[in-house]
C-alpha cells in the first residue's frame, strides 16, 4: 500500500489536484487526503481551493456541490455509486409538490440533497449550521429538507418558526436505539454522550451535546473525561483519536456507511491515473444550485 499512496501523492502533484474526504471515509483515505472534514467544511475548502482537479472522497452530493462551487474545475468521483441513501428521499418534482402546498414559504435544504433538489431551494445548510440559517429565515413557515431529525432538532432550537418537515433520514444514525445508548452509558457511566443531530429525537434526549462531526471534536478535544461516548459514523474514530491522544471513543454497533466505505486506495489512485470518474453538471443545474449553495457558505462565515 506504500507504493499506492506514493503513486497518489505523486499524480496529486503532476495533476495539480487536492484530495478532500469526509470524516467517514476510511483511515488510509483520509490519511492520503488533503483536507478531512465535515460537509460544511469540505464545501467551504471546495470553494477556495486553487488546484486544477479536485478528487472528492464522498458521497456523490458531496462531489456535485464541489463541482457546483468550481464549474470550472475538474471534480472527479472515486466510486461515483457511492450514493447517500438520504439524498435519494427527495426528489425535485417533491420539493415543487410540498411548496405548492405551502406558498409563501422558504425551502432550506440540507446539503445531503442532490444537485437537482439544490436548485429548488432558498438557502442550503449543513447540521453546522442549520439552526443559524433557518433562524436567520424571513418567513416563518420554513420547509426543511430532507431530514426530518435534524430538521426536528433545528424545530426546536427555532421556536419562532414553523419548520415544515420532510419524511426523510439517514439510516444509519436512525438505526442508533435508546437501548444501544442506554447500554453503552451504563459501560463508560462517567462518558459525555455527543450525538449527530440525525439521530431520533429519543435517543438526542440522551446526549450531553449534539453537534455536527467537527464540532464533536471540538467537544471532545475540550472534555476532562478520557472515555467519550460519540453517536455517529464509525469513521469518526480514526480522526478523532488523533486530534484527541490518550481518550477513547465508543460507538454504537454497527453504524457504518457503506457508501463512504466503498472508496478506498485503489478507486483514488485509478481516477488520477486516468482522469475517470469527472462529475457532469449541465450549466442550468449549476447556476441555479449555486445560489443556495453559496448562501449556506455565507451564512457560515
Given at each position: ?9 505523486e499524480?496529486?502533484a ?11 471515509t476510511?483511515?488510509e ?26 478528487v ?17 474545475k ?15 428521499m427527495?426528489t ?8 405548492a ?5 422558504e ?18 445548510c ?16 420554513v ?7 435534524l ?5 426546536g ?7 415544515i ?21 451504563r ?6 454522550v455527543i ?16 453537534g455536527?462531526?467537527?464540532k ?20 469518526m ?19 457504518v ?27 442550468e ?15 457560515s462565515s
Amino acid at each position: 500500500m506504500d507504493s499506492v499512496r506514493e503513486r497518489i501523492i505523486e499524480l496529486k502533484a503532476k495533476r495539480n489536484a487536492v484530495i478532500l474526504a469526509h470524516n467517514y471515509t476510511r483511515p488510509e483515505v483520509q490519511d492520503v487526503a488533503d483536507f478531512v472534514g465535515d460537509s460544511l467544511g469540505l464545501a467551504v475548502k471546495a470553494s477556495k481551493t486553487d488546484a486544477d482537479v479536485i478528487v472528492f472522497c464522498g458521497v456523490t452530493f458531496m462531489a456535485e456541490t464541489a463541482k457546483i462551487l468550481n464549474p470550472g474545475k475538474t471534480v472527479l468521483m472515486p466510486e461515483p455509486e457511492s450514493f447517500c441513501v438520504m439524498a435519494q428521499m427527495c426528489t425535485p418534482e417533491q420539493v415543487d409538490s410540498i411548496k405548492a402546498k405551502h406558498p409563501g414559504a422558504e425551502v432550506v435544504g440540507y446539503v445531503n440533497s442532490t444537485a437537482a433538489c439544490k436548485t429548488r431551494l432558498d438557502v442550503c445548510c449543513t447540521s453546522s449550521n442549520a439552526v443559524d440559517i433557518v433562524s436567520s429565515c424571513k418567513s416563518r413557515d420554513v420547509i426543511f429538507i430532507p431530514d426530518m431529525n435534524l430538521g426536528r432538532h433545528v424545530a426546536g432550537k427555532c421556536p419562532q418558526k414553523n419548520v415544515i418537515l420532510w419524511d426523510g433520514f439517514c439510516p444509519m444514525h436512525q438505526f442508533i436505539t435508546v437501548r444501544q445508548v442506554e447500554a453503552l452509558k451504563r459501560e463508560f457511566p462517567d462518558a459525555p454522550v455527543i450525538a449527530h443531530p440525525e439521530c431520533r429525537q429519543e435517543v438526542l434526549a440522551l446526549a450531553d451535546a449534539i453537534g455536527s462531526t467537527e464540532k464533536m471534536i471540538g467537544l471532545s478535544r475540550e472534555s476532562d473525561s478520557e472515555d467519550i461516548i460519540i453517536l455517529t459514523e464509525v469513521g469518526m474514530r480514526h480522526r478523532l483519536e488523533r486530534e484527541c491522544p490518550g481518550k477513547r471513543f465508543h460507538f454504537a454497533e454497527n453504524v457504518v456507511c457503506t457508501a463512504m466505505k466503498m472508496i478506498d486506495l485503489m478507486s483514488v489512485l485509478t481516477v488520477l491515473e486516468n482522469m475517470s470518474n469527472e462529475v457532469v453538471l449541465d450549466d442550468e443545474t449549476m447556476r441555479a444550485a449555486y445560489i443556495p449553495v453559496k448562501r449556506m457558505i455565507d451564512g457560515s462565515s
